[in-house]
């Protein structure tokens, strides 16, 4: 049997490389609802970075001799449910989703990547870094709130959402997959070590919806 | 005012600005057809690079004095009915659409740059260069045929009436644009050279159906 961390590795590269695929996606959709011919192309540029991070992913697993589609494949379907169940309908939905549901997995992702040797630790964190996506969220979002008071309460019912969809999909996906889970045990330490990273993570999505002027 | 040469660019730079992003746009849209994640991801690269295509020419157009979303502006509407009276149905005829689409309309663009001055000319062919889209697709292509005599003559009849809606579509945007119709009558020469013109992009057209396989 291979050591925990290989299959870990494999496991977080595989999800993470689906994830900037369907990132690609979304953003690429999102695009389409944009108010401005500029918005629509600053929205395709990120969309276009994620793609590159996929690629870079995906050349790590070759290296590894893992077979990219085969390190995908185990998560396609939660994640694809997980976007089925939050399909943003407004141009504003889609600029929380991506702002504050990518910034709540990247936040996760980081942590075990934390637990992970060089070099894929130095990877995964520099494909998380952000594509200037949080400053453009922030200023738009900002904006349309200042513009119209009532849009702040139901963007801010739509990103508990989004944490609640993510929280339920994440922990299912953990739990089919016993080296993923054995590494975020072992490298927090025990339980209570598990607890502290839950409660990283939701400080930080607490001042991201802040930062949007949202209601945590 | 300005000498023809000025706004032709502007317009020629602008109707390419707009048309990388709505070639961004269904490159993306095609990928979720993919029957594969590897041809997803490959699809997804190849949007990609139109969105880089995009930002050095709007880069351009600043450089000008030019503001890029009015100088995409007036081709919005031709280019977006365009697409949706040539929606594909299938990956095949997404294919089929962005390679016989896509490379009549490099063709036509490309000659109309022939005309430019430098550095524009260079730019214009550049941003035209095949993105590794064109070996992918007749691939693709031929392959379906080999596994599937039929699917030939669907496709071929697809072919023709893309290259229809073209036709009819670049004929009403020309006619709109005295500077572009100036530009293509006196850099051909005559309406003879306008002839010699259609010739060549038409041979190209038939080169490429042939290349998948298809009845031109």
New interface residues.
Partial sequence: MPPVENTAVADLLGVLA?AE?TA??RL??D??MAP???G??AL??M??AE??H??RL?ARLEELGVD??AA??PF?SALDTFHESTRPSTWLEGLVKAYVGDGLAADFYREIAGFLPEPDRGLVLDVLADTGYADFAVREVRAAIAADRSVAGRLALWGRRLVGEAMTRSQAVIAEHDPLAELIISGTGDLSGVGRLIERITQAHTARMKALGLNP
């Fill in positions: 689906y695929l690609f996606d690429a959709e695009a389409r401005s011919l500029t629509r192309a395709a540029r969309a276009a793609i590159g996929h690629f995906t990219p589609s995908m494949e396609v």
